[in-house]
Every structure is written in C-alpha cells, then in structure tokens.
C-alpha cells in the first residue's frame, strides 16, 4: 500500500508556513518548491489545517465557473463579522471584493444513496441570500496561483456580513445591479458580471465537494461565491460601501491597526 504520511507532512508544513504568514501579517517572501501542493487534496489539507487552528468554521468561499471542478475555501468564523462595521487593517496588502452569499438552512450531510446533491435539493437547503464584503489577503510571494493559491484558502482573510433576505429566490439574477465605491470613489459599476453568471451556479458543486472531503456544509454556515468587480486595495480610513440590486446596501470602515 502507498504511504501517504509524507504527504501529510508536506501540508502540515506548508499549513505551518501559512499559520505564521497570517499572524504576522507579511506575505511568504518564497514557498520551497517541494511543500507545493500536487492536487486539490493536498491543498486542502493544508487550508483545512491552517482554518481548523483559528477555530471553527464559519463559512466558505467558492469559485466555479461552467460544469468545470471549482475551487473553494473555508473561513474561520472568528473572521466572520456584521457591517456595518470597523476593522483594523490586518495588513497593507488587504483588498476588497462585493459578492453576494448564502446561509445555510439545514445540514448537508450526504445523501443516504451516495448519490450527488442536485441543484434543486442544494436551492431547498438555502435559508437566505445576502451581500458580503470578502476581506482578501494573500499570504504567497506575488505571481504564485493555482494549487498553492487554493491551499492558501484563496487569499481569504474573512467576511463582513450584510442584510439578509428569506425570499431569494426572487433576488438573485444574473443580471443585477452593482456598485462599490472606496473613499467616496466608484470602483465597480455594473449589471451583472459574476464569474459564474448565476451566483448561485456553485453551490452544489460546493456541497458535493465538502461531504467528499469530510467537511459537509452545516445549518448556519454562510458560502459566498465570487467577486462582482474583481478585487480592490483598501487604506486605512477608507469607507467602504455596496450595493447589489435590491438587498440593502452594505457598509464597512477600515482603520489604522
């Protein structure tokens, strides 16, 4: 039988690199060529062992785009927080992404068949949908992607959470109005524009992925599922604002750590 404990040890390395970059708060200045993840499992033992060392798990990122794998990340709920709100820079490289995000309403386990979840079962399971702020920070050396930027829970820092709606289904669309302003300036003006198309498009793959992995969704658990505008950088005393179609606007402030 292969021994896997090498490989093991290889996320726990890495995850030890990656704990450090985020305490400091400084970015890796390299990553040795033999901790970089060989597949989307070794790089999430490694986001899984960095998460699971902050405590619970409070929600996850993810990206998909057509029927192809996504990618996804989870979140520590100690980073989870409810804007309006401030925070601290926790370092200069911070940016700044609006999405829009979903509550988890009840556990997603598996199904007793074994079969995957479909669309349809995953839409039932969906309490609410919301707008988030998704706190970027990257802990990698510039021009690093792919695995090791999976591995690295992509580039996630956390959350803050805006006003949520029970009747989602009626809000999410393709085609949705958005705005972000920094500092008063407009940054992202848009209808539509998610990398998905839907929103919501990830979601099963999500939940499918997570019970293959050993970590399967759970009742409150929030999913946010990509940037409409890309990813800005954010300064001390900024304010910054958002809004996505009819949900409330959302609101955060950034201060000097």
Avoid at 19 to 35: K, Q
Avoid at 73 to 94: D, M
Avoid at 103 to 118: C, V, W
């Amino acid at each position: 039988m292969p021994d896997h404990s090498s490989d093991a040890t290889r996320a726990d390395r890495l995850a030890s690199l990656l704990r450090d970059a985020r305490a400091s708060g400084e970015a890796l200045a390299s990553v040795p060529d033999d901790l970089m993840p060989r597949d989307a499992a070794e790089a999430d033992a490694c986001q899984f062992a960095v998460v699971d060392s902050l405590g619970a798990i409070g929600a996850f990122k993810v990206m998909q785009v057509g029927d192809a794998a996504g990618s996804l990340g989870p979140i520590p709920a100690r980073h989870v927080l409810t804007a309006p709100c401030s925070l601290a820079l926790p370092s200069s490289r911070i940016r700044i992404e609006l999405e829009l995000a979903f509550r988890i309403g009840r556990d997603l386990p598996g199904r007793a068949d074994g079969h995957p979840y479909g669309r349809n079962e995953v839409a039932e399971a969906i309490a609410s949908a919301l707008p988030v702020f998704e706190i970027v920070e990257s802990r990698l050396p510039a021009g690093l992607s792919g695995l090791i930027g999976r591995a690295d829970s992509m580039s996630n820092w956390g959350l803050a959470l805006g006003t949520e709606i029970s009747d989602w289904r009626t809000q999410v669309r393709s085609d949705l109005t958005v705005r972000l302003t920094i500092a008063g300036r407009t940054v992202v003006d848009s209808v539509g524009g998610h990398p998905s198309g839907d929103p919501a498009h990830a979601l099963p793959w999500l939940a499918n992925a997570l019970v293959a992995a050993g970590r399967p969704l759970a009742a409150g658990q929030i999913v946010t599922t990509g940037a409409f505008g890309g990813a800005h950088p954010v300064e001390a005393g900024d304010t910054v604002e958002g809004a996505i179609g009819d949900f409330d606007p959302i609101a955060m402030r950034f201060t000097a750590a």
